[in-house]
């Protein structure tokens, strides 16, 4: 399995990925916090349908798979960034194409969230990017006229969002 981690990006990570499936992978990283997650990504099953997952530094992974994401083609979870607690972000695809992002605590529990604005028609809707230390996620929506827009989620799970002129396509 050292060859396999290596051809998937994640270095040079003992344990191999026991517990998931054998399918095509996208996307993985080596995270650089190795408290408590050593990678995390994607991987595309048989049905071409998205599952996020995060492996921890003892080389368990455990797949993420956000509540209300779309079973489809093309559709479902992808996990985006870790921070050194364990916090995982990312964004999800529902069954109509509309992107939710979520955050999954240490604990397991999944909270889904969009910033105010984001679009709800397919393809649009909100992308988490990245969770810091303290628990803020960053990332970007796309709004109802498909305009690009940044946004911070602070760790009080106040939602903000602001307007980049560098954003909009």
Same mark, same amino acid.
């Given at each position: 399995?050292?060859?396999?981690?290596?051809? !998937?990006?994640?270095?040079?990570?003992?344990?191999?990925?026991?517990? !998931?499936?054998?399918?095509?992978?996208?996307?993985?990283?080596?995270?650089?916090?190795?408290?408590?997650?050593?990678? !995390?990504? *994607? *991987?595309?099953?048989?049905?071409?349908?998205?599952?996020?997952?995060?492996?921890?530094?003892?080389?368990?992974?455990?797949? %993420?798979?956000?509540?209300?994401?779309?079973?489809?083609?093309?559709?479902?979870?992808? $996990?985006?960034?870790?921070?050194?607690?364990?916090?995982?972000?990312?964004? *999800?695809?529902?069954?109509?194409?509309?992107?939710?992002?979520?955050?999954?605590?240490?604990?397991?529990? %999944?909270?889904?969230?969009?910033?105010?604005?984001?679009?709800?028609?397919?393809?649009?809707?909100?992308? $988490?990017?990245?969770?810091?230390?303290?628990?803020? %996620?960053?990332?970007?929506?796309?709004?109802?006229?498909? !305009?690009?827009?940044?946004?911070?989620?602070?760790?009080?799970?106040?939602?903000?969002?602001?307007?980049?002129?560098?954003?909009?396509?």
């Amino acid at each position: 399995m050292r060859s396999a981690n290596r051809k !998937l990006g994640v270095g040079g990570l003992s344990g191999g990925y026991s517990g !998931l499936p054998r399918f095509r992978w996208k996307r993985p990283r080596r995270v650089r916090e190795p408290n408590r997650a050593a990678g !995390l990504g *994607y *991987y595309v099953d048989a049905s071409n349908v998205n599952h996020g997952f995060v492996r921890d530094a003892k080389g368990v992974v455990t797949a %993420i798979d956000a509540p209300g994401a779309g079973a489809g083609a093309g559709q479902g979870t992808s $996990a985006q960034s870790v921070n050194s607690a364990g916090t995982v972000a990312g964004y *999800y695809q529902d069954t109509s194409g509309v992107c939710h992002g979520f955050v999954r605590a240490t604990s397991g529990t %999944i909270t889904t969230f969009d910033p105010p604005g984001a679009g709800t028609g397919a393809n649009q809707g909100t992308f $988490a990017k990245s969770v810091n230390g303290p628990g803020a %996620i960053t990332g970007f929506y796309t709004d109802a006229s498909n !305009l690009e827009r940044g946004f911070v989620r602070r760790c009080q799970w106040h939602d903000s969002h602001l307007q980049c002129p560098w954003c909009r396509c």
